[in-house]
């Protein structure tokens, strides 16, 4: 049974970083295609960042040039490295593995305040 474990988030100054990690098991295979996922209080879930089987990665408007998504296939994470971080990025992240589409982690909360 595929599991996915999220950890990294924390609090954060507006302009800090955070590095957010996912761990997947129950997989006997190298890791697929990934992504990342944030849902803020009183919001829906959004995709913030996708990384293909072949690397290509793609991200929300929002957190273009910021953030940046890495999958180490022999550790089986994913990384979401969050730079120059905004009070709009507080939610709580969560990876996905659209190969196991009904699978969610516990997720990790990210605050950004000043």
């Known amino acids: 049974q595929v599991q996915l474990v999220e950890s990294g988030g924390g609090f954060s100054r507006p302009g800090g970083s955070l590095t957010l990690s996912c761990a997947v098991s129950?997989?006997?295979?190298?890791?697929?295609?990934m992504a990342w996922y944030r849902q803020a209080p009183g919001k829906e879930r959004e995709l913030v960042a996708t990384?293909?089987?072949?690397?290509?990665?793609n991200y929300a408007e929002s957190v273009k040039g910021r953030f940046t998504i890495s999958r180490d296939k022999s550790k089986k994470t994913v990384d979401l490295q969050m730079n120059r971080l905004k009070p709009e990025d507080t939610a709580v992240y969560y990876c996905?593995?659209?190969?196991?589409?009904?699978?969610w982690g516990q997720g990790t909360q990210v605050t950004v305040s000043s």
């Open positions: 996905y593995a659209p190969w196991a589409p009904n699978v």
């Open positions: 129950g997989f006997g295979s190298s890791i697929l295609n």
């Open positions: 990384i293909s089987i072949g690397g290509s990665t």
